[in-house]
């Protein structure tokens, strides 16, 4: 009996395995596959370090199909748009899926939602990750600074631009495919630029600044959800965070070092105010980030779920 007991036990024990494990293995699989989409300077990944730091291996472990989509690193959020977009059937063609769920961090969030906006018939879901929606303050005073057509402007993007290309081809993309432009990215990321391609591509925008939610289901037939951070130095041992803790000056409300909660809302907010800065909201530098905090990785994990719950 108390062998039979025993293996009874063994047996229930790992029953219980399997079926974590299985829970754990379906829990992010959404019915189409995600596809992130990176902010400025961003890239696919360099030397093996992802952009989204361990978010697309997190998110296959648990059930979802992920693909990070390649855009310019600096460009003008329509140029970056029309790339998505090219992405997006090389992702419907390779997967036999009718649509893709965007995750768009900064100003792959605008660019995630041009993209739904010029072919919604291709997009189920746009979740913005501190999407610069409104502008950001920073883009802001680093216009107002550049006096245009002048030759620090000309200088400026010189080096800039060379900066971009070189994140390029660390990466292992050819600058030719995907051409810089980094004062277009500069104009597309202040107050006035972000206006203005709101105006045009309005899905999913509150009704006005620092409103809280924008519609969920937009008309064209896409679901919008938001999410951010709300702090600037959040861990003593990243190096980055000083930097974001300056450039966090640029505002008088909270932010994430360079974009404001309020800038950030997109369709249903889920939260604005994580404990996390700008680079803490893709689980950079190397998963240094809030020790209080939920892990950056598990937001992107648990929005999966959201997705997969409501069929998408």
Not at 167 to 180: F, H, N, V
Request: glycine share 8%; proline share 4%.
């Amino acid at each position: 009996m108390k062998t039979l007991s025993t293996l009874l036990l063994v047996v229930a024990l790992l029953t219980a395995t399997v079926n974590t494990q299985a829970y754990a293995s379906t829990y992010a699989k959404t019915q189409y596959p995600i596809v992130l989409v990176h902010g400025l300077f961003g890239f696919e990944d360099i030397l093996f370090v992802d952009y989204f730091y361990k978010v697309p291996h997190k998110l296959n472990r648990n059930g979802a199909t992920v693909y990070v989509a390649e855009v310019s690193p600096a460009n003008s959020t329509e140029v970056r748009g029309e790339q998505l977009l090219a992405y997006i059937d090389e992702v419907l063609a390779h997967s036999g899926a009718q649509k893709v769920n965007l995750i768009g961090h900064s100003h792959g969030g605008p660019t995630a939602r041009y993209a739904a906006s010029v072919a919604p018939e291709k997009v189920a879901s746009v979740s913005s990750v501190a999407g610069v929606n409104w502008g950001s303050k920073v883009a802001d005073e680093l216009r107002a600074a550049i006096a245009e057509d002048s030759f620090q402007e000309g200088a400026t993007s010189v080096v800039v631009n060379a900066f971009a290309n070189i994140i390029e081809l660390a990466s292992g993309s050819d600058p030719r495919d995907k051409p810089t432009d980094s004062l277009a990215a500069m104009n597309s990321l202040t107050t006035q630029g972000s206006i203005e391609f709101n105006q045009k591509y309005p899905e999913g925008m509150p009704t006005g600044y620092c409103h809280n939610n924008g519609k969920m289901l937009a008309d064209n037939g896409v679901y919008y959800f938001s999410w951010s951070g709300g702090h600037t130095f959040t861990n003593a041992l990243d190096i980055v965070d000083p930097f974001l803790a300056i450039t966090g000056t640029a505002f008088n409300e909270a932010n994430d070092g360079l974009v404001s909660t309020c800038s950030s809302h997109l369709g249903l907010v889920l939260k604005d105010n994580y404990k996390m800065n700008h680079l803490d909201e893709v689980n950079q530098s190397f998963g240094i980030t809030h020790w209080f905090e939920i892990n950056p990785v598990d937001v992107f994990v648990e929005q999966a779920n959201r997705l997969k719950n409501l069929g998408l």
